[in-house]
């Protein structure tokens, strides 16, 4: 983490002025658990979406020792027209998650046309339109919490498939066997 030394001083002098009643302790940690908490708040806001992502697995996993989840770096490109997610399918793989599936969230998210360049997705995803790379990193994070990572133990080794009879897809966790609609 990183250090901001400057915000100490606002702290500690705003605490000094407001609270002049309190003895030095609880001033003193008063002071520490504002640090604290400022310092998570810009570390989460500084942190890039790789790094928020790692962060999100090892709080999920510190619980369940359950081993890391380390997801490939899309590889996006924009044309003026269209955008292209090239390596999407090494995505899907780590996360076993049904192409349709994704491709559905994605489109109803981006509110365009997402289409496969070719059957096999070795050649990745056509998203209509030029998509930021900014708007489409968060949506894996969405994609993940709701669909990959179990509700009840936060394990990510699960299943998701279609029930065509209730036209709804079922998720099923590896690890507490919870099973439910999403
Ligand atoms: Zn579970």
């Not at 030394?5 to 003895?23: Q, R």
């Not at 599936?101 to 056509?126: M, N, P, R, Y």
């Not at 279609?162 to 099973?179: A, E, H, Q, V």
Request: proline share 4%.
């Amino acid at each position: 983490m990183k250090n901001y030394p400057e915000l100490d001083n606002i702290a500690k002098s705003n605490i000094i002025k407001n609270y002049p009643e309190l003895d030095n302790i609880a001033k003193s940690n008063i002071i520490k658990k504002l640090i604290k908490t400022i310092y998570l708040n810009i570390y989460y806001i500084l942190m890039s979406f790789e790094e928020r992502l790692d962060q999100l697995y090892q709080e999920l996993h510190s619980e369940n020792n359950v081993e890391r989840l380390v997801l490939p770096n899309p590889n996006i490109e924009s044309t003026t027209t269209n955008t292209y997610w090239t390596n999407v399918k090494d995505f899907l793989k780590k996360v076993n998650r049904p192409p349709k599936h994704f491709i559905e969230f994605l489109a109803d998210q981006l509110g365009t046309e997402v289409s496969q360049k070719s059957s096999s997705l070795s050649q990745g995803l056509i998203l209509i339109g030029k998509q930021k790379r900014q708007k489409i990193l968060p949506l894996i994070e969405k994609y993940m919490k709701d669909y990959v990572v179990c509700k009840y133990c936060n394990c990510y080794k699960s299943k998701l498939k279609k029930d065509d009879t209730i036209r709804k897809y079922i998720f099923t966790c590896s690890n507490c066997k919870s099973s439910y609609s999403v």
